[in-house]
């Protein structure tokens, strides 16, 4: 085949795990944008932080007429690289929307106190609205969802381990100093709020009257919350988690 009848892509960092190896030759037709190539080769446009082209940065919109030589980047956070040479959108919120099959790492996420929105009857046009006018970073193992054009904030985890993806996600979006342990309600992610012991008193189980002082309330859902024997596990998961930069 002649150059322009086909592409050279190279996929740096993790992004291999989308296209099944570190380097190809995709056959090419017709004049197409350098995304609208790449994620029909399988990369979500939210998983991409610098795109060079023949030695040059370039943006989503870049037209590829054939025999071009292209390099995928992951985002970087360790080297300086000017904003103009990127692809990765402005920063927002550390606040989260979820598909139906990421509800582990919904649990973990808020235990670590981050807002996240979860429900099981959400379908995927709806999580990417929510996304957008919600301005919530979507997390979802569906790579086509990500594909959605007007999804700007999103995240594939790779693993499919919960506590893994959620340090996954700290990572990713540099996480590990905002942390801010067991002040959100994992059943319902209403924020939780120290209550004195003895204005809940009655409503506490037997035993746990006589064993535990400290009390928090969800101002959503009502429910209280003590330490109770699953603090072992929770507090080796939060000890991972405060070591992520």
Known sequence: MSNGDHVRV????DLD???GERELTAPFGSPRSVKDLLEALGIPHTELGVIVVDGRPVGFDHLLTGGERIAAYPPFHELPIPPQQTVVPPPIAPRFVLDVHLGTLTRRLRLLGFDCLYRTDTDD???ARI??????????????LLMRRKVVHGYCP???DPDEQALEVLRRFRLGGRIDPLTRCVPCNGRLHRVDKGDVVDELPPRTREHVEEVA??????????????????DIFLSRAGRVR
């Open 17 to 19: 795990v989308f296209i």
């Open 125 to 127: 046009a709806e999580l």
């Open 158 to 160: 790779r693993s499919s």
């Open 217 to 234: 309330r969800c101002d959503a859902c009502g429910q209280l919350f003590w330490p109770g024997s699953h603090l072992e596990a929770i």
């Open 131 to 144: 996304s957008v006018e919600d301005a919530r970073i979507l997390l979802t193992r569906d790579r086509h």
């Open 10 to 13: 190279r996929a740096y960092g």
